[in-house]
């Protein structure tokens, strides 16, 4: 995918934007100037809450700012397309350094990597390569975190702050070796907020931008019934309506489905994929062992509080596994086998899962290498065995966001461990009453574990 590609994209939705947020990090060098580290600008059709940040110290600069667009949406999206390379913040211009640097564009059809989610979000992330005797050295890691718990509105370190700037990036990839870069995204001019199925009707609510034309939203629905065995893959033939809700319209596409219990939504405007939406009736279900959980949980509670409590987050986990088809053993309370996994789950397809579940940090007290190390062991115990698994994973399953988890992509990358976060978790959630095969499962665990390439992180869109 080019740069000319999201060019084009930005400059078809750039006139639908409402907001742009702009984020950047920036480090002090010897000579006294600033080095920009990451620049973030994503414009929105939606209206956004200022959240201003500004933070400065003897060595570090950051700042994010919201800023209503108006009618100079198309101007400020073309600013940007003409120089990619610079940031525009807080008063003042902060680049990409440029002596003995070409400047790489990447574009990123779906969405960036580190902001994964069912809506499409286009973007393109400039660096500049190259060698330069030039570019000063930089302050430690270590010495930056020590700068910001000394500020006088502190931080706990770097990794807290970027979280904070809305920067989709890991404080380890800072440093004299990283690449400073910029990354630009733009948000469909609508987006999907409700689906449900109800007395064989299909009702979807979309959000939109007032100045798009409604008439090229278009919505494409993959219907699974019941009592059928084939996926029904079909345009939406039913009927919309329009609200003046506040801040954006509302567009409800309504469409009878008898006797279908699941709908994934597909949006497109003027024929651009937007995003997709699943859609459930929930007094219908497609597996044996949902059915079964439906008996007991009638009101459907655990997929209304999976994440209310912490400490029930093990057993969660492992009703989940199960409604979604694995075979699970679980030892996360067993005192005995307490150097054990918390669960092993096991696909009809001969693919092992060895699972750790956590409601805090992902590697607290080292929790990453221990998985890395059991999971190690078990593949050496089970390497003559007659029951042997075909392929054994490590997976990380918790309750914190994907944004929580940046600081340990590289540990994630080193020892081949899947992360399974909150939004990976609400999406399987809504599989439960149709699972995915053992197969795709097993292909959007490999494709949540992280690689060490910059730019290469799991992605929610890859659950099935």
Not at 32 to 54: C, K, N, V, Y
Not at 110 to 128: F, N
Not at 304 to 328: K, T, W, Y
Not at 425 to 433: H, K, S
Request: aromatic share 6%.
């Amino acid at each position: 995918m080019s740069a000319d590609e999201f060019a084009d994209i930005a400059r078809r939705w750039g006139g639908f934007m409402h907001h742009v947020v702009r984020s950047a990090l920036a480090i002090r060098t010897q000579d006294g100037t600033w080095a920009l580290q990451f620049g973030f600008i994503a414009f929105s059709a939606e209206e956004i809450p200022a959240a201003a940040l500004s933070v400065e110290t003897k060595s570090i600069l950051a700042v994010r700012e919201a800023t209503a667009l108006g009618d100079t949406a198309r101007a400020a999206v073309e600013s940007v397309l003409s120089d990619p390379c610079s940031i525009e913040i807080g008063g003042q211009v902060l680049q990409l350094p440029a002596p003995g640097y070409q400047p790489l564009r990447t574009y990123h059809a779906l969405h960036p990597p580190r902001l994964p989610g069912p809506q499409r979000l286009p973007s393109m992330t400039v660096t500049r390569q190259g060698t330069s005797s030039t570019v000063p050295a930089l302050p430690s890691l270590l010495a930056l975190d020590l700068e910001l718990r000394a500020h006088h509105k502190p931080y706990d370190g770097v990794s807290e702050l970027l979280v904070e700037l809305g920067n989709p990036f890991s404080a380890q990839e800072m440093g004299n070796t990283a690449l400073p870069r910029i990354e630009i995204v733009i948000a469909p001019p609508a987006r999907i907020t409700r689906g449900d199925i109800n007395d064989g009707e299909l009702v979807v609510d979309v959000i939109s931008s007032p100045k798009i034309d409604r008439h090229k939203l278009g919505l494409g629905l993959k219907c699974f019934q019941a009592k059928a065995t084939q996926v029904q893959h079909v345009s939406f033939t039913g009927a919309v309506e329009s609200q003046s809700t506040s801040p954006l319209p509302t567009i409800t596409f309504r469409q009878s489905l008898p006797e279908v219990g699941l709908v994934q939504n597909f949006l497109t405007y003027d024929g651009e994929f937007l995003g997709s939406w699943w859609s459930r009736d929930q007094s219908i279900t497609f597996s044996a062992r949902a059915a079964l959980h439906k008996a007991v949980d009638r009101d459907n509670a655990l997929v209304a509080r999976f994440f209310d409590d912490r400490n029930a987050f093990e057993e969660h986990v492992l009703v989940l596994l199960s409604l979604l088809g694995l075979d699970c053993l679980y030892y996360g309370s067993i005192a005995e086998l307490k150097d054990g996994p918390d669960i092993l789950a096991l696909s009809n397809q001969g693919h092992l899962y060895v699972i750790e579940c956590t409601t805090g940090d992902i590697n607290s007290r080292g929790k990453l290498r221990r998985l890395y190390e059991r999971t190690n062991g078990i593949r050496a115990a089970l390497t003559n065995s007659a029951y042997r698994p075909g392929e054994i994973l490590a997976v990380m399953m918790t309750s914190s966001p994907r944004s929580e988890t940046l600081h340990c992509l590289d540990e994630l990358a080193n020892y081949k461990i899947a992360i399974v976060c909150h939004e990976d978790i609400e999406v399987l959630l809504a599989q439960i009453e149709a699972p995915p095969t053992a197969d795709r499962l097993f292909a959007a665990v490999v494709a949540a574990i992280p690689t060490a390439q910059i730019h290469q992180s799991p992605t929610a869109s890859n659950f099935p």
